[in-house]
């Protein structure tokens, strides 16, 4: 089965990605941020900047997962904001196209706490120019994420980021499976 984790920039997906990895050591992980990074060594970047925007990588995403899961026969644990209701809905009707399982998991945290979360933490220790654009962009996408929970399908595993701790949070998910 696919674990994909979504949620907004902060919630919590890769720290939850880590313990479920932990718990299922035969899992493989799976970062569509790859995908991204390629197409943008790559590909012409879409005029927005954001690589989701190109239909490549949402093709490449779903096929490379579900690749793995057929391959492998194991647990692809993948973290990553997909908050774009079209662009969910594309990813995940590939994937379906597939017949691969997915466990959709998304993280729920309040704005409040996911800025002050972006604002706590340091991605690039090395650049501090891109660890400043990297947070400018995060905290950009707050609202439009959150605003997100409105809009997920109804088999979402919606969990509570702030209110769990992520060994809570992976007694969910694996309880789901």
């Known amino acids: 089965m696919i674990v994909w984790i979504n949620g ?21 992980s799976f970062d569509p941020e790859h995908i991204g990074l390629l ?8 005029p927005t900047g954001d690589f989701q925007d ?8 779903a096929e490379f997962a579900a690749t ?3 391959e492998y026969g194991q647990h692809v644990i993948t973290p990553m904001t997909l908050v774009e209701q079209a662009y969910r809905e594309e990813v995940f009707k ?6 691969v399982p ?15 979360r972006i604002n706590d933490q340091v991605l690039d220790p090395y650049n ?13 996408n707050v609202d439009r994420c959150v605003a997100a929970r409105t809009t997920l399908p109804p088999d979402t595993l919606v969990l509570r ?17």
């Open 8 to 28: 907004a920039f902060g919630a919590g997906k890769t720290t939850l990605a880590e313990e479920l990895r932990r718990r299922l050591p035969d899992a493989l």
């Open 39 to 46: 197409l943008r060594m790559s590909a012409p970047p879409p």
């Open 54 to 61: 190109l239909p490549a990588w949402r093709r490449l995403t």
């Open 68 to 70: 793995l899961h057929r």
């Open 94 to 99: 590939h994937l379906a196209a597939a017949d």
């Open 102 to 116: 997915l466990l959709h998991v998304f993280l729920d945290v309040p704005a409040d706490e996911l800025r002050r």
């Open 128 to 140: 501090p120019d891109a660890d400043a654009q990297a947070r400018a962009f995060r905290l950009r």
């Open 161 to 177: 980021g702030d209110q769990h701790p992520p060994e809570r949070l992976a007694d969910q998910v694996l309880a789901a499976l």
